[in-house]
C-alpha cells in the first residue's frame, strides 16, 4: 500500500499536482487547474491497469478517484474547503477503477479532448442539494460513445403513461403507484422492498419517477444487474455500477450478483404499459 501510494504522488507531482498529504489507503492532491487533475488521474488508471496485469491476484487493488474544482483554504500544512471535501466524497462513491469528477471540472476540459459520462444529480452526503457528476471514461480504446437500446422494440401505447410497478422476490410481492415514489430495494428494514440475502447493501439501489419515466438508479457496493423481457424472450442483461437505467414492460433485476448466476438474488419487476420508450444506454466502445 505504501508503495502504491508514493507512486500516486509521484504521478500527480509530474502533472503539477503537490502531494498535500497521505491517509492511508489514499492520497490527497491539488492543481493549478482541473484540466491538469484530470489529466493526472487518467493517466494513474491507465497505467495502473498496466501494472496490475504483472501483480498476483491477492495484492491487486483498483483505483477509486474523486476530483472536485473550488476555492480551497490551506492552514498549517493541510488544506480546507468545499471543493476537498466533495473530492473526498466522490471517491468514495466511484466503483473501482472509475474517475468522478463535477460539472466544474467538466468545464474546464477543452471540448472533445476527455470522453465523459454525465452521471445526472447524485446525493452526496454532507450536501444539502443534489451535485451533478460525470464519470471519466479514461480507457484507452474508447473512441465514442454508442447509444445501444435493449432487444425490445419500443413500448408505446396511446394516451397513456407510467403508473406502477409491481416487484416480487420469493413469495414476496409489493405493487408501488407513481406517487409512493422514490423506494429502495435493500437488506434492512429501512427499504421499502427488502431482499435478505448477504449480497445486498443495506440500501442497495432506488427506483424513482423522473419526467414520466421509471428510472432504476444502482447505489450499491457490488452492484445491479438489469434484464427485460420481450416477445423474443428475455434480453442481454445490463451491469449497472453507480449506473442508471429506465426500467420498462418486465423483467429482473439481479441485486449484488449478475443474473447469469441462478444463486443471484432476483427481483422480477412488471410495470404498467405507457408511453414509455425502451430502455437506452450509454456505453464506452
Same mark, same amino acid.
Given at each position: 500500500?505504501?508503495?502504491?501510494?508514493?507512486?500516486?504522488?509521484?504521478?500527480?507531482?509530474?502533472?503539477?499536482?503537490?502531494?498535500?498529504?497521505?491517509?492511508?489507503?489514499?492520497?490527497?492532491?491539488?492543481?493549478?487547474?482541473?484540466?491538469?487533475?484530470?489529466?493526472?488521474?487518467?493517466?494513474?488508471?491507465?497505467?495502473?491497469?498496466?501494472?496490475?496485469?504483472?501483480?498476483?491476484?491477492?495484492?491487486?487493488?483498483?483505483?477509486?478517484?474523486?476530483?472536485?474544482?473550488?476555492?480551497?483554504?490551506?492552514?498549517?500544512?493541510?488544506?480546507?474547503?468545499?471543493?476537498?471535501?466533495?473530492?473526498?466524497?466522490?471517491?468514495?462513491?466511484?466503483?473501482?477503477?472509475?474517475?468522478?469528477?463535477?460539472?466544474?471540472?467538466?468545464?474546464?476540459?477543452?471540448?472533445?479532448?476527455?470522453?465523459?459520462?454525465?452521471?445526472?444529480?447524485?446525493?452526496?452526503?454532507?450536501?444539502?442539494?443534489?451535485?451533478?457528476?460525470?464519470?471519466?471514461?479514461?480507457?484507452? +480504446?474508447?473512441?465514442?460513445?454508442?447509444?445501444?437500446?435493449?432487444?425490445?422494440?419500443?413500448?408505446?401505447?396511446?394516451?397513456?403513461?407510467?403508473?406502477?410497478?409491481?416487484?416480487?422476490?420469493?413469495?414476496?410481492?409489493?405493487?408501488?403507484?407513481?406517487?409512493?415514489?422514490?423506494?429502495?430495494?435493500?437488506?434492512?428494514?429501512?427499504?421499502?422492498?427488502?431482499?435478505? +440475502?448477504?449480497?445486498?447493501?443495506?440500501?442497495?439501489?432506488?427506483?424513482?419517477?423522473?419526467?414520466?419515466?421509471?428510472?432504476?438508479? +444502482?447505489?450499491?457496493?457490488?452492484?445491479?444487474?438489469?434484464?427485460?423481457?420481450?416477445?423474443?424472450?428475455?434480453?442481454?442483461?445490463?451491469?449497472?455500477?453507480?449506473?442508471?437505467?429506465?426500467?420498462?414492460?418486465?423483467?429482473?433485476?439481479?441485486?449484488?450478483?449478475?443474473?447469469?448466476?441462478?444463486?443471484?438474488?432476483?427481483?422480477?419487476?412488471?410495470?404498467?404499459?405507457?408511453?414509455?420508450?425502451?430502455?437506452?444506454?450509454?456505453?464506452?466502445?
Amino acid at each position: 500500500m505504501t508503495r502504491l501510494t508514493q507512486w500516486i504522488g509521484g504521478v500527480c507531482q509530474a502533472h503539477g499536482g503537490r502531494v498535500v498529504k497521505s491517509l492511508g489507503d489514499g492520497v490527497f492532491a491539488i492543481f493549478t487547474s482541473g484540466a491538469a487533475a484530470t489529466h493526472a488521474v487518467i493517466e494513474l488508471q491507465r497505467y495502473h491497469q498496466k501494472r496490475l496485469l504483472a501483480w498476483p491476484a491477492p495484492l491487486r487493488m483498483a483505483l477509486q478517484i474523486g476530483v472536485a474544482s473550488g476555492e480551497v483554504v490551506e492552514v498549517e500544512g493541510d488544506c480546507y474547503g468545499d471543493a476537498v471535501n466533495l473530492a473526498s466524497r466522490l471517491s468514495d462513491l466511484a466503483g473501482p477503477g472509475q474517475i468522478w469528477v463535477t460539472a466544474a471540472v467538466i468545464s474546464q476540459l477543452r471540448e472533445g479532448s476527455v470522453q465523459h459520462r454525465d452521471l445526472g444529480l447524485i446525493n452526496i452526503r454532507g450536501r444539502s442539494e443534489m451535485s451533478v457528476v460525470h464519470r471519466i471514461d479514461w480507457q484507452e +480504446d474508447v473512441t465514442s460513445f454508442l447509444t445501444v437500446p435493449a432487444a425490445l422494440a419500443p413500448l408505446r401505447m396511446p394516451d397513456s403513461s407510467f403508473g406502477q410497478i409491481e416487484l416480487a422476490w420469493l413469495d414476496v410481492r409489493s405493487m408501488f403507484r407513481t406517487e409512493e415514489l422514490p423506494i429502495h430495494l435493500g437488506r434492512v428494514d429501512d427499504a421499502q422492498f427488502v431482499v435478505n +440475502d448477504p449480497r445486498v447493501s443495506r440500501l442497495h439501489a432506488r427506483i424513482e419517477l423522473r419526467q414520466g419515466s421509471c428510472v432504476l438508479i +444502482d447505489v450499491s457496493t457490488y452492484g445491479t444487474w438489469v434484464r427485460f423481457h420481450g416477445n423474443d424472450g428475455p434480453s442481454t442483461e445490463i451491469a449497472l455500477r453507480r449506473e442508471e437505467c429506465v426500467l420498462h414492460g418486465r423483467g429482473e433485476i439481479g441485486l449484488g450478483a449478475p443474473l447469469s448466476d441462478f444463486s443471484a438474488p432476483t427481483i422480477a419487476f412488471n410495470t404498467s404499459s405507457g408511453d414509455v420508450m425502451l430502455s437506452r444506454r450509454e456505453i464506452a466502445r
